[in-house]
């Protein structure tokens, strides 16, 4: 232990206190060992550090901080340079404003298009995910403040996340769920991690031995501080004996109560206490003594966030070249979006930002003729024939139309998954008619995440501007007007259809489980393997000039490749590697990303890019061996432009680590694996991959603490059933407004265990038994247990606060 001099001094009961919040973003300090607090914000994409009262949900106002693109966004650069720089502005500004731990990057998988999260994560591909989480890391801590990846895992769905449990093989957890947290950890040096909410195998993550001992801690080396998602921890002293060290936001003193009879038990030993303590001073002290409070450059920062928003614009689809706009062309803006952006996703990782451009304002700074600009729908998916009409006579007045249209807010936010891929009706309707009026129209898309795209064929051009950030407006006019040639590339794939999607019938889960039944088969690894037509594929984008490859050469360690700009505009080439094992025992993806690179050529100009080999190039999971294994073989290696625009490839031999294989594994017992169908997996089947039965979700009839709040539809008391439907219709208003309400959206997934875990200490564990008691049916019991527990809880707190100032005036 490294801080045994100070950890000897702590009485049991500061050890106990310290490992949980004392309010929402702050831990506790000691003042009479010189142990200062530290202070954790949001979020992901910029800062959100709030002055006044503190909550996780993104309500009430936050310092001005630069908004930059969102991780979605961000992942479609394939730069990790950029992810970098990004990653050392946003911890300038927690620097700047006293923040010791940014609350990111967010890198959960993109299991469905769906996850209404999916805006702050990567991708649906992990090794992209976790390389440019490493690359987010290692900038912002560069600046002396912690980064904390999250959410440690598993968690793919909003739909009741704080009280489900996410049920996978482990071949899937480490192939497709861990593999980019691992990168993130052992590449980027993470120093802090979050826990996600969810179990994950029957187990809450935040107190799973096998997620925080066996895998980050032993396997790959993880010294650092875990933290709780705010509200996830369940069992605290289970956590603490996982090494969890920080339970967030502000639970009160019942939790070191906790701790306490944990240790008087021998639930918990004094060591496992101490090493948690250990770990989080480690950290306390790291961080008090580095730099804080100066100013940082708005202005410059607003032009990393122009810069990372024009490297992630996608260029879908350009007909005959209408992009980019010649001088002077004349122009019609249309679309609510062009007057108020969709630039950021709501949740906690929502920003207030310095300065906001919007398309309305700065194209007044281009070389382009404005026939006229309207609002043209309602961004709340209500008709208005009056604004239509507009948008059609402002339409005929141009020779092109620039269509900005997407998804609304409600459709892209924490606590909320989308029902549907689709984009609101009236956008749709509205581009038809635009449509027939015979001229250009080019989209504009703002979206976080995949959509149906079956309007696509009445655009000539679509540029995907994802949720592009407080400046957002410049970069795309940038690329429209040809300033800045487009580079970004599709960081998930966009299906046809939704239910083409492989977790089509297992997503969002109903139940208390959700079935990763599709296993590693998830995104382009479904398509490609399943030979499934797709909108546009994994890694897809286009650019205003083309390149050639050549000579694609195995070098010592990986391979070497020949790109060329063989068009008439110097530009960005994203080269993307996959490998496959064309004759595998193993049954696997038609071929994975393995290795990327970005390299910007003038026009005419070749250069030569190597692109390495590394651990996780050839390996694969084998639940026979517990380990990472190697299947003896020639491996296909293949260079293209996206996982469909294959240019070159080549055969590498590489020796096998073993010839055992899991016994299922064999094509009679897991047909539907062997041949990626695997939309309607039988239980069977999905049990014999599991290597046990799979776990029943049925609700059991009574409610627990750990069931969400909506289910109190089940309760079996009348008075709950009717606060049940109270909620529900707040939540249907709500949303009826096109406005998400995170409070209740919170509330209503949160399970009963969180009350006592989120209202610092006016709530104990003993009061929440006392209520789940009463909505099952035992109102007045429940109640008596209630009224015990206020007054005991609060007898208790002040007898804690007690001793802990003794402790301070007798030392
Ligand atoms: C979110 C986290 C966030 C935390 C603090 C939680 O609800 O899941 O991503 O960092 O709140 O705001």
């Not at 100066?294 to 996608?314: C, L, P, T």
């Not at 695997?678 to 069977?684: F, M, Y």
Request: glycine share 8%.
């Amino acid at each position: 232990m490294k801080h045994q001099d100070l950890t000897s001094k702590m009485t049991l009961e500061e050890k106990a206190a310290i490992l949980s919040g004392k309010t929402v973003w702050q831990t506790m300090e000691i003042p009479r060992l010189q142990i200062p607090a530290i202070f954790c914000s949001d979020g992901p994409h910029g800062l959100r550090r709030q002055a006044g009262e503190g909550d996780h949900l993104g309500l009430n106002a936050s310092l001005p901080a630069t908004c930059f693109p969102t991780a979605a966004t961000i992942a479609n650069s394939w730069n990790t340079e950029l992810g970098e720089k990004l990653g050392s502005a946003l911890g300038e500004e927690a620097a700047a404003q006293k923040v010791d731990v940014l609350l990111g990057p967010g890198l959960n998988i993109k299991r469905s298009p769906l996850c209404g999260r999916n805006f702050e994560y990567f991708s649906e591909d992990p090794y992209l995910a976790g390389k440019m989480a490493a690359s987010y890391v290692r900038g912002i801590q560069s600046q002396g403040v912690y980064a904390c990846p999250k959410h440690f895992a598993v968690n793919s769905q909003e739909l009741r996340r704080m009280a489900m449990d996410s049920v996978l093989d482990e071949r899937t957890l480490r192939e497709i769920y861990l593999t980019g947290f691992e990168i993130a950890i052992k590449e980027g040096k993470a120093k802090a991690i979050m826990s996600s909410y969810n179990e994950v195998n029957g187990t809450y993550a935040n107190e799973n031995p096998h997620l925080l001992l066996d895998i980050l801690r032993k396997e790959w080396g993880f010294e650092g501080i875990v933290v709780t998602d705010w509200g996830a921890s369940n069992d605290h002293a289970k956590g603490v004996a996982c090494r969890s060290n920080l339970e967030m936001p502000a639970p009160g003193l019942d939790s070191a109560r906790e701790l306490l009879e944990a240790v008087e038990s021998k639930k918990l030993s004094m060591d496992e206490l101490d090493q948690c303590v250990d770990d989080l001073l480690e950290a306390i002290l790291e961080l008090s003594v580095q730099k804080r409070g100066a100013e940082f450059d708005q202005k410059k920062h607003h032009e990393i966030a122009r810069e990372a928003a024009e490297e992630s614009i996608v260029l879908l689809k350009n007909e005959k070249q209408v992009l980019p706009l010649k001088a002077g062309t004349k122009v019609a803006l249309i679309g609510d979006f062009a007057f108020e952006p969709r630039y950021q996703g709501a949740g906690s990782s929502m920003v207030n930002p310095t300065r906001l451009e919007t398309m309305e304002n700065e194209i007044m700074h281009y070389d382009l003729q404005l026939a006229g600009k309207c609002r043209g729908y309602r961004r709340t998916g209500e008709n208005d024939t009056a604004l239509e009409q507009e948008a059609l006579h402002v339409a005929s007045q141009s020779d092109v139309i620039l269509y900005c249209f997407g998804l609304d807010e409600l459709s892209e936010s924490e606590g909320l998954d989308r029902a549907h891929m689709k984009i609101p009706q009236n956008q749709i309707d509205l581009l038809e008619k635009l449509f027939q009026c015979g001229k250009p129209v080019i989209g504009i898309l703002s979206a976080g995440s995949a959509t149906e795209m079956t309007w696509e064929k009445n655009l000539t051009a679509i540029v995907h501007g994802y949720l592009g950030g407080q400046a957002s407006a410049s970069a795309m006019l940038n690329v429209l007007t040809g300033r800045v040639n487009p580079s970004g590339h599709l960081n998930e794939t966009y299906p046809l259809d939704y239910e083409d999607t492989p977790a089509y019938h297992y997503f969002p889960s109903e139940e208390r489980t959700a079935q990763y039944r599709e296993g590693i088969y998830v995104g382009y690894r479904y398509y490609d393997t399943a030979k499934k037509p797709v909108r546009y594929p994994f890694g897809y984008g286009l650019s205003y000039t083309t390149f050639a490859f050549s000579d694609l050469k195995e070098e010592e360690n990986g391979i070497s490749v020949k790109v060329t700009n063989t068009g008439d505009t110097d530009g960005a080439a994203v080269v993307q590697m996959y490998v496959s094992l064309p004759k595998a025992r193993v049954f696997r993806p038609e071929k994975e990303l393995k290795g990327f690179t970005k390299v910007f050529l003038k026009v005419g100009e070749s250069r030569t890019v190597s692109i390495a080999f590394d651990d996780k190039t050839f390996r694969y999971w084998n639940n026979k061996t517990g380990g990472w294994e190697i299947e003896e073989g020639e491996y296909l290696v293949a260079v293209g432009e996206n996982c469909e625009a294959i240019h070159e490839t080549m055969t590498v031999h590489r020796a096998g680590s073993t010839v055992e294989i899991p016994d299922v594994y064999q094509k009679e017992m897991l047909p539907s694996y062997y041949n990626a169908d695997i939309q309607n997996v039988t239980d069977s089947e999905f049990a014999k991959l599991l290597g046990h039965e799979i776990p029943s979700g049925k609700w059991s009839g009574s409610l627990n603490k750990n069931d969400a709040i909506c289910q109190l539809y089940y309760a079996k008391s009348p008075i709950a059933r009717l606060i049940y439907r109270i909620l529900t219709s707040m939540k249907n208003k709500s949303e009826a407004k096109g406005k998400p309400d995170l409070n209740i959206l919170f509330i209503y997934n949160m399970p009963f265990r969180g009350i006592a875990k989120m209202t610092a200490g006016a709530v104990s564990r003993d009061m929440v038994d006392g209520m789940v008691t009463a909505v099952n049916g035992h109102f007045f019991r429940g109640l008596g247990q209630i009224i015990k527990g206020y007054f005991v809880n609060a007898k208790a707190n002040k007898a804690y606060e007690k001793k802990l100032e003794q402790t301070g005036a007798e030392k």
